[in-house]
């Protein structure tokens, strides 16, 4: 709020003749106020920007795990879906998402200005605005391009990506993130139960949406060959770079700093009544702690809850684990405490573990498990948060509704996990009704899948001109100088020379 200096009141306070000094002093009071506000407009968006940086960089996270997890054969085709989900996506959010999504005033159920940004800069929005609401928008189209890796027409990704990004994602984070939708929490004339959806960072928005799609794209197309065998049983098709994995994972860790605290979307904010040292930036900081732990017990869950399944510590499972708990603690990251997201992760690793194993009993194939982990570990994060919400949390991040419900099991009855239950369903329905349709029309057109030959020949080679991976043979002709390996043949006790 800005401040403000009265001449006539000062006047009267230096006395006679003190007219002049008194507008001299209040204008530049006034001055030093306007550079103060200037500076908190800076601040924060600067803080957006470098979060909106930040997400983006999960981009490159997204592509090396999805590479790390196909088969080499299908690298370079992995690689491009991703790379198209940010260009498709950039031009797509561009022209429509963000008004679908953004574009008040407008109904509760889809926006209706600043297509192509017109009238953007104003009082509501800034460029930076719109540019960490894209990196968001091109994540869930990333998290459904794996669940149908190794498999899926080049021109399917790019139909599915646009329809995603362009309407189907923009309209579910209108309805939770615009002022104006039906349940947003922000939304304090009329709102969902009296309280809301608190769906903070997107377990629904975004972690839902894009594993809901990948769902009814992969069952649409059907499992990859080999996949399963002709009893039913599971066949492990391992990807063909564990570093690739551990690469992309820590870079998606790195960015969910983010993802979770810089949906804030400012950070010099102050709390009313708190000392001066407690703020927004200590939220954010609680938020980023929240995320942490959530993961690293998700990871830790996961890992001995595989040693005790599979007998093995796989290093893949605690990626994936890791990455589920991030993906629960998205929603309530802002409004839980810490104690709590261990709890959330915890859950979360069982929630995956559980899905993979039903994926399994149904012959569902998920290259990357991203049905699974952002669609089922999402859907928990929407539960969870409705059952921890602590209610000096929720009127902090929320403020203007006093008495607002919070946690059920933190005393704040049930109505916030109505809302939620309702947010989670209503999800469910669109995704299914709009991508549902989509994934079918281009399955029945002969556009979705790609022909057995191809798949069997791997998509690097007969659709984009080669492996990624360049394999240079030892000509037999030429005597090797080094020293040679040997290996021991199971069936002979005499090393043989290679």
């Known amino acids: 709020m800005a401040a403000s200096c009265s001449a006539s009141q000062l006047a009267q306070l230096l ?11 209040c204008d530049q009071f006034s001055a030093v106020d306007s550079k103060f506000i200037d500076t908190s407009y800076a601040v924060d968006t600067t803080y957006l920007l470098f979060s909106a940086y930040l997400v983006f960089s999960m981009q490159l996270g997204f592509a090396m795990l999805c590479a790390g997890s196909v088969r080499a054969k299908n690298t370079m085709n992995i690689m491009l879906t991703n790379v198209l989900d940010a260009a498709a996506g950039g031009l797509f959010y561009y022209l429509f998402g ?11 159920f889809i926006g209706r200005h600043f297509f192509g940004l017109k009238e953007v800069p104003n009082m509501s929005f800034d460029y930076s605005h719109f540019l960490y609401q894209w990196a968001f928008a091109i994540a869930a189209a990333g998290i459904t391009s794996g669940s149908i890796a190794e498999r899926t027409q080049f021109v399917a990704y790019l139909i599915y990506s646009s329809f995603l990004t ?27 139960f009296g309280s809301g959806v608190i769906d903070f960072a997107g377990s629904g928005v975004v972690h839902m949406v894009g594993g809901i799609a990948g769902l009814w794209g992969a069952y649409i197309e059907g499992p990859r060959i080999g996949r399963f065998d ?17 690469l992309g994972t820590f870079l998606l860790w790195f960015g969910w700093y983010g993802f979770n605290p810089g949906s804030f979307n400012k ?9 001066s040292y407690y703020g927004q930036w200590s939220a954010v900081g609680r ?14 869950t996961t890992l001995f809850g595989k040693r005790i399944l599979s007998g093995h510590w796989n290093v893949t499972d605690v990626c994936n684990g890791l990455l589920g708990g991030f993906a629960a603690i998205t929603a309530g990251c802002s409004v839980v405490e810490p104690w709590a997201a261990i709890i959330c992760g915890f859950v979360a690793a069982v929630v995956l573990v559980s899905c993979n194993k039903l994926a399994e009993k149904m012959r569902y194939d998920d290259p990357l498990e991203a049905a699974q982990l952002h669609g089922g570990c999402g859907a928990w994060g929407i539960i969870f948060t409705a059952l921890f919400a602590s209610e000096k949390y929720v009127n902090e991040v929320y403020p203007g509704k006093p008495g607002r419900p919070y946690g059920l099991f933190m005393g704040g009855g049930g109505r916030l996990l109505g809302a939620h239950l309702v947010q989670i369903l209503v999800i469910i329905g669109w995704v299914s009704a709009t991508m549902g349709p989509l994934f079918f029309i281009l399955h029945k057109m002969n556009l979705l899948r790609i022909s057995a030959e191809d798949e069997m020949a791997g998509m690097d080679m007969t659709r984009h001109g080669g492996f990624a991976y360049v394999y240079h043979e030892e000509d037999d002709s030429v005597k090797p100088t080094a020293i040679q390996l040997r290996k021991i043949e199971p069936s002979s006790s005499t090393p043989t020379s290679v």
């Open 166 to 192: 362009g309407f189907v994602y923009p309209v579910v984070s209108h309805w939770i993130w615009s002022p104006d939708g039906w349940a947003s929490a922000f939304n304090t004339g009329n709102l969902l």
């Open 287 to 300: 938020t980023a702690v929240t995320t942490t732990l959530a993961g690293c017990t998700a990871a830790l």
């Open 267 to 275: 950070i010099l904010i102050s709390y009313d009544g708190a000392a």
């Open 98 to 108: 963000f008004a679908f999504a953004f574009g008040g005033p407008s109904n509760g």
């Open 15 to 25: 006395g006679p003749n003190g007219t002049a000094a008194a507008t001299f002093i």
């Open 230 to 246: 002709h009893t039913g049983r599971s066949v492990a098709l391992r990807g063909h770079s564990a570093t690739l994995v551990v």
